[in-house]
C-alpha cells in the first residue's frame, strides 16, 4: 500500500496566507527530507528532518516520529512559493526512500 | 563543496535504440549514489542504489542497468528503449546508508517517441 501520503494534493492560497502542507508515513521512519520541486523537475532541499521542529525563515518543519507524521508550514506565503512540495520518507533497515505524490502549492497576488 | 552534474540535460530518443545517462560527484569520496525516475505527472521512483564501486542493487524493475565503474561516476542504460521509459531521471548521493540527507542533481529528461 500507499507508505508515503501528501496531502492536501493541491492547495491555492492568496498572498500573504500560511500553508500548511502533511506527510503521512506507515511504517517506521529512519529519516525525513522535504523538497521544493522547480517547474523543470529539480529538487531543490529544504529540510532534513527525522524528528522535531526546524526552521528556516518563512519555512517550518516539524517531524513526529510516534505520529508517524511530518509537516511543512509556510508563513506569509508569496507568490514565489508557488510549486510542487515533496516529501520523502527512509524506513528503517532500508534504502530505498518513499517520496510522496506531492502537494501542487499555488498563490495568487 | 560538493558537485553534482548529470549528462545530458535532455534527450530525444527513438523507440528500440540505446541510452546512456551520467552521474559525476565530485569533492566527496565513496558517496552512495542513487538513480530516481519520474515519469510525467508521476510519483518519484528510486530505481537503483549504490554503496560502493562495482556494486549496484536494483529497486524497481523498468528494463533498465546501472553501472559504477568508478567512485565518483554512476551510470543508467539499456540496448532498447521502451515508450514507459520517458520521464525525469534524477540522480543523488548521500553520505551513508540508512538515515542520511540525499543530495539531488539537476536532472535529464528523456522522451522516447
Not at chain 1, 1 to 13: D, E, M
Not at chain 1, 74 to 92: F, H, K, N, P, V
Not at chain 2, 55 to 64: G, H, I, K, R, Y
Not at chain 2, 70 to 75: A, P
Request: aromatic share 10%; hydrophobic share 30%; charged share 15%.
Amino acid at each position: 500500500g500507499q507508505q508515503v501520503q501528501q496531502s492536501p494534493a493541491s492547495l491555492v492560497l492568496q498572498e500573504g496566507e500560511n500553508a500548511e502542507l502533511q506527510c503521512n508515513f506507515s511504517t517506521s521512519l529512519n529519516s525525513m527530507q522535504w523538497f521544493y520541486q522547480r517547474p523543470g523537475g529539480s529538487l531543490v532541499s529544504l529540510f532534513y528532518n527525522p524528528s522535531g521542529t526546524k526552521q528556516s525563515g518563512r519555512l517550518t518543519s516539524t517531524t513526529v516520529i510516534k505520529e508517524r507524521r511530518s509537516s511543512l508550514h509556510i508563513s506569509s506565503s508569496q507568490t514565489t512559493d508557488s510549486g510542487t512540495y515533496l516529501c520523502a520518507m527512509e524506513r528503517r533497515n532500508n534504502n530505498a526512500p518513499r517520496f510522496g505524490a506531492g502537494t501542487k502549492l499555488t498563490v495568487k497576488p | 563543496a560538493q558537485t553534482i552534474h548529470q549528462w545530458p540535460v535532455a534527450e530525444i530518443k527513438a523507440v528500440g535504440s540505446p541510452l546512456s545517462l551520467g552521474c559525476t560527484i565530485k569533492g566527496k569520496s565513496s558517496p552512495n549514489l542513487y538513480w530516481y525516475w519520474q515519469a510525467t505527472g508521476g510519483t518519484l521512483q528510486q530505481l537503483f542504489y549504490s554503496i560502493t564501486v562495482g556494486q549496484v542493487e536494483s529497486v524497481v524493475q523498468l528494463n533498465l542497468s546501472a553501472s559504477r565503474p568508478k567512485d565518483d561516476q554512476f551510470i543508467l542504460s539499456t540496448e532498447k528503449l521502451l515508450l514507459s521509459h520517458s520521464g525525469f531521471y534524477l540522480c543523488a548521493w548521500s553520505p551513508g546508508l540508512g538515515g542520511r540527507e540525499q543530495y539531488f542533481g539537476p536532472g535529464t529528461r528523456l522522451t522516447v517517441l
